[in-house]
């Protein structure tokens, strides 16, 4: 006897009907109000989304000011002049 494969997919899990993907795919939708993610797995991207926008934060502090369009390009301009 030949064991199935393991597979992260949920399709392959559930058994309607035939236990086809195609069936499967047809009742989610049919019932998208049964159709939703964990509780754990909505909480978990949860907190990674707010531990990223936390890291995005504090890279953006820490990154160095450019002052590309302030004041101080007046040098600059004369540098451009001369050529």
């Given at each position: 006897m030949t064991r199935r494969?393991?597979?992260?997919?949920?399709?392959?899990?559930?058994?309607?009907?035939?236990?086809?993907?195609?069936?499967?795919?047809?009742w989610r939708h049919d019932n998208p109000d049964e159709v939703k993610s964990s509780a754990r797995y909505t909480q978990k991207k949860r907190q990674q989304r707010k531990?990223?926008?936390?890291?995005?934060?504090?890279?953006?502090?820490?990154?160095?000011?450019?002052?590309i369009h302030g004041g101080a390009s007046s040098s600059d301009s004369d540098k451009r002049g001369d050529d």
């Open positions: 494969k393991k597979t992260r997919s949920l399709a392959s899990k559930v058994t309607i009907r035939t236990g086809r993907r195609k069936d499967y795919r047809q531990l990223q926008a936390a890291r995005r934060l504090a890279r953006q502090q820490q990154a160095p000011k450019l002052d």
